[in-house]
């Protein structure tokens, strides 16, 4: 049994390197690469941590790794496999339960009430796992399965730099930009938003903070320098006016839209921001307002409500609704 957390965040990692269908065959020499953020990591630790991960009976991975001579690189003989797919034991159960009823009693403090959704999700498992038992839980329970994004095998690694505040070197693959490009940043937040990961980082040649993609990032290199974190820098208050990721650096405004009396529930139930107040709720109309940037993200949002929602100001965020639902409308009469 390992006897340190780095061989876990390891296993984690060749796990994900495993499971990389844009890279499949990791070679060893990959494999450490890949590990090279956590400290020097050799070909015979990389050896140790896959024997373990296939036959260490504390870990219970078994897990069902091969080498193939003619791709030279390591592969799952069961594409569908991972570490994370396994059965919870009952004294990860009874754990659990622990870490719940723990978390639960802080819940009002702000650092941890952004984890509560978290928390409270993890609580239902354990609840409807006592009631159905392990055999019958899964038949009936049908979850959100979220996708295994490109990126997620770099969190250790950048977790272990915002803990240590250590830098990072990142090379990193824009989606506007036509060439690998390296940023040198202090990182301090890890954000994840619908699936995906990002890492929010001081970049010092910029002198600002900028939101990175962790499935964007090729490689990360540390830095080997340590930073002092900025005291004014909250997560909360920079992420206060955005909606998704998009942080804009002007000043946040009020959006206000007109949804059919019929959203009114859901909207009500599953707020669009933090910042909604409702300004009418009646047969007539349901109204809000949030206090935004208005962003690429938000007019998305908006478009998935199609006739049922109109926007009545600002009157920018307007004429771009106005212009998306013509151009939509226009590419339907061309394949008419």
Do not use: W
């Given at each position: 049994m390992p006897k340190n957390k780095n061989a876990f965040i390891r296993y984690r990692i060749i796990d994900g390197a495993l499971r990389?269908?844009?890279?499949?065959?990791?070679?060893?020499?990959?494999?450490?690469?890949?590990?090279?953020?956590?400290?020097?990591?050799?070909?015979?630790?990389?050896?140790?941590?896959?024997?373990?991960?296939?036959?260490?009976?504390?870990?219970?991975?078994?897990?069902?790794?091969?080498?193939?001579?003619?791709?030279?690189?390591?592969?799952?003989?069961?594409?569908?496999?991972?570490?994370?797919?396994?059965?919870?034991?009952?004294?990860?159960?009874?754990?659990l339960e622990f870490a719940c009823s723990l978390l639960k009693q802080f819940e009002g403090i702000s650092t941890v009430k952004q984890f509560m959704q978290s928390v409270e999700k993890i609580e239902d498992y354990v609840n409807l796992r006592n009631v159905y038992g392990n055999d019958d839980f899964m038949e009936v329970i049908e979850t959100e399965q979220g996708v295994i994004q490109k990126g997620s095998e770099y969190l250790g690694v950048l977790l272990k730099h915002i803990k240590e505040q250590e830098s990072s070197i990142l090379h990193y693959d824009s989606i506007n930009s036509k060439s690998i490009k390296i940023y040198h940043i202090h990182p301090y937040v890890l954000k994840e938003y619908r699936n995906r990961w990002y890492v929010v980082g001081w970049v010092t040649e910029k002198e600002k903070m900028q939101i990175f993609a962790l499935d964007r990032i090729k490689s990360i290199v540390p830095g080997k320098q340590s930073f002092t974190r900025l005291s004014k820098f909250s997560p909360a208050d920079y992420f206060k006016y955005s909606f998704g990721i998009s942080v804009l650096e002007h000043t946040p405004e009020n959006v206000v839209l007109h949804f059919s009396p019929s959203e009114a529930p859901y909207i009500k139930s599953l707020p669009l921001h933090h910042s909604q107040t409702i300004l009418q709720d009646d047969e007539k109309a349901f109204i809000i307002q949030l206090t935004v940037a208005p962003s690429y993200e938000l007019l998305a949002q908006i478009l998935g409500y199609g006739e049922k929602v109109v926007i009545i100001q600002p009157e920018s965020l307007k004429q771009k609704h106005i212009q998306a639902l013509k151009s939509a409308l226009l590419k339907y009469e061309q394949h008419s």
């Open positions: 990389n269908k844009h890279k499949k065959f990791p070679s060893k020499q990959e494999l450490i690469e890949a590990c090279s953020g956590l400290g020097k990591v050799s070909a015979r630790t990389i050896d140790h941590d896959i024997y373990d991960m296939k036959h260490d009976e504390e870990l219970g991975y078994f897990a069902p790794i091969l080498y193939s001579y003619k791709e030279n690189g390591y592969y799952y003989s069961d594409p569908n496999y991972s570490i994370n797919n396994l059965p919870l034991k009952q004294e990860d159960i009874y754990a």
